[in-house]
């Protein structure tokens, strides 16, 4: 009876000095499944967006979009952090939700903003890929706008994959957000700057860039369904 009365003494001590968890602890994020195979990918321009803000007279975040992109994916499925991506935007795509009477879009696009003429393309070429956790990583790569080039740093999240499509059609897809910063004065991007950094005067510095990727290719030695399938476009 001793015996049983010290074990259980004991058990009792080892509960009671264990940590309490920490109330609202979030758990580890589980890792995504990689369900679609190594290969060369293209961007599905129907269900792919590209879209900047900028802080406007330093009281709301002015967001525009643009609707023509274009890209590759060479995705490594064992090993994801030698991946690498090319993009093309079409910055003659430029899309805002200026209602007015002014062509807002082609003011923006103009040689004082953008010069969509002389420079109708921007373009990001990954140079290297670091993996930050269980679906994310960093994607740093030259961004070419507005005929100048820097280095820019994407935070990707992977989102999932699928091989064949849910809905039947036969390829294989796979999706991710990114998001960055740059700074639009290093682009020679420099109209309606503010005096300052901190003033209210202007159309900010920085402007985020929020990107929903969807890549795919099709499924080898399967054929191609004879009827296409319902599935919507965005």
Not at 59 to 86: D, K, M
């Amino acid at each position: 009876m001793r015996v049983w009365i010290a074990a259980s003494a004991a058990l009792a001590l080892v509960a009671c000095s264990q940590p309490a968890e920490t109330p609202g602890t979030p758990a580890p994020e589980a890792q995504l499944p990689v369900n679609a195979p190594s290969g060369d990918y293209a961007l599905d321009p129907n269900h792919s967006t590209v879209t900047v803000s900028v802080r406007r007279f330093g009281i709301s975040n002015y967001t525009l979009r643009f609707n023509t992109v274009s890209g590759t994916l060479h995705f490594n499925a064992e090993a994801p952090a030698q991946s690498s991506v090319e993009a093309t935007v079409d910055v003659t795509s430029l899309d805002t939700p200026y209602s007015g009477e002014r062509d807002f879009d082609a003011e923006l696009q103009n040689s004082s903003w953008l010069d969509s003429a002389a420079f109708p393309q921007a373009t990001f070429r990954s140079t290297s890929v670091e993996s930050t956790g269980p679906n994310t990583a960093r994607v740093t790569g030259d961004l070419t706008l507005h005929g100048v080039t820097q280095p820019v740093t994407l935070d990707a999240t992977y989102n999932g994959s699928h091989s064949p499509h849910p809905v039947g059609m036969q390829i294989s897809s796979i999706g991710f957000t990114a998001t960055g910063e740059i700074q639009r004065s290093q682009f020679g991007v420099d109209e309606m700057m503010p005096s300052s950094p901190d003033a209210q005067d202007g159309s900010g510095d920085r402007v985020t860039i929020t990107i929903e990727a969807l890549f795919s290719k099709p499924i080898e030695g399967v054929p191609t369904p004879d009827r296409p399938t319902a599935e919507p476009v965005n």
